[in-house]
């Protein structure tokens, strides 16, 4: 038997309700409340089915999937999806469809799935703006590309993917859109990761021009920030600042404690900023905090046992009274005296070390696979000769 049709009160009643619940999800997301905005979401989505709204009913799926993959939970995510486009591509709202596809692709990255997977919804993207003019668009994936070169290893090919990406977002006069202050800071990230720091620095100086008004608002932008003067920081060799930025962006962004990598107060870019600068009981606290991660994604179970490596390899340089090492950015900060209180020998250190990036380099090869790239093998080399040098 059909359900009965809603009276215009009824209706009027759900709109409210729809519009308010919608508020508040866009408002959670903004603050970085993402488990909170994918419930709120996902409430918009159940009454716009009630109210036989189909494009509400996507944009609140497509934003309740968004929500999802920042904090992890991949599938939930890519299932939101799906039932945002249940006919595909072809049959979605277009204001919809791209961001659906977009989420779609940064959840197969994620997984990760095989990279001809990958690459197809990213062939998908490319015909859906073709074919909706929305070239203006093309933008977003570049920048989703340059994420997937990354991970695959070639952080060359990802800055100039990140460049051209900014560029085009600039011709088509989106440079105060959504993202931009997020766009800089991978910019900066790039350049400082392929050993362009003066590229780094203009990208930061960019995104320090960016008004509050402008973009993402003033809470993204100081966490885009924050992020960038954290890796300037870090490929110039100052490593205490980039402590000072990374603790000022824990306090900034407490309601992201919800993702993958934040626990009781500490993120995995807090800790290795510790680690980097030899402030290793502090790091100690934050690796307990953040032990879950063994048990995450790959790519986080690879992220964690990569950290436990660097502790144990910069508690051996400490020892030895060797600079500290900005690893990523090979970049030593200025001495730090060692602590006579450490409970274990430069040798034990290194040890430890070695056998966690044995370990992290089974997961990364793992990854390296079905990404066809050589993300973790190269990093993890130079992490082995660092550790073939130090005088034992």
């Keep these: 038997m059909a359900p009965e049709p809603l009276s215009g009160v009824t209706r009027t009643a759900l709109r409210i309700r729809l519009e308010w619940n919608s508020s508040l999800g866009d408002r959670a997301y903004h603050l970085g409340h993402h488990v909170r905005a994918a419930e709120l979401y996902g409430r918009c989505a159940d009454l716009a089915e009630i109210l036989g709204d189909v494009r509400a009913q996507a944009f609140a799926l497509v934003g309740q999937a968004g929500s999802l993959l920042l904090v992890g939970r991949t599938t939930e995510a ?11 591509p072809a049959e979605g709202p277009p204001e919809v469809v791209l961001d659906a596809l977009g ?32 070239q203006d668009r093309r933008y977003v994936l570049l920048l989703q590309r340059a994420n997937l070169q990354y991970d695959r290893g070639y952080v060359d090919e ?25 766009h800089l800071y991978q910019l900066v990230f790039y350049a400082g990761r392929a050993g362009d720091p003066a590229s780094a620095r203009k990208a930061l100086t960019d995104l320090e021009r960016l008004r509050d008004a402008d973009a993402d608002g003033p809470l993204q932008r100081q966490e885009a920030l924050l992020e960038s003067r954290t890796e300037v920081a870090w490929g110039e060799g100052r490593h205490d600042e980039a402590v000072g930025f990374q603790t000022e962006l824990l306090r900034l962004t407490p309601g992201r404690s919800g ?11 807090l800790v290795w900023a510790q680690v980097v600068a030899c402030r290793l009981w502090d790091a100690r606290a934050g690796l307990i905090a953040l032990s879950h991660l063994r048990h995450a994604s790959p790519w986080e179970a690879l992220a964690y046992r ?23 950015y090979q970049v030593p900060g200025p001495p730090v005296p060692p602590d006579p209180a450490w409970p274990r020998s430069a040798a034990e250190e290194a040890r430890r070390a070695r056998a966690l990036y044995l370990l992290a380099d089974r997961i990364g090869s ?9 993300h973790s093998r190269d990093r993890l080399a130079r992490r082995f000769k660092l550790l073939d040098e130090l005088p034992l």
């Design 103 to 134: 989420i779609w692709y940064d959840a197969a990255r994620a997984i990760p799935a095989e990279l001809p997977v990958i690459e197809g919804t990213h062939r998908m993207a490319e015909e859906f703006i073709r074919g909706n003019g929305l």
């Design 306 to 328: 990569e950290l436990l490596g660097e502790y144990h390899l910069s508690a051996a340089r400490w020892i030895l009274g060797l600079p500290p090492m900005g690893f990523d």
């Design 366 to 374: 793992r990854l390296d696979a079905k990404l066809r790239g050589r």
């Design 158 to 182: 990802a800055l100039a993917l990140a460049r051209e990406a900014w560029t085009l977002r600039r011709l088509g006069g989106r440079d105060a859109a959504f993202g931009t202050a997020h």
């Design 259 to 269: 993702a993958p990598d934040r626990a009781g107060g500490t993120s995995v870019n």
């Design 78 to 88: 890519m299932a939101a999806v799906a039932r945002a486009l249940p006919g595909g």
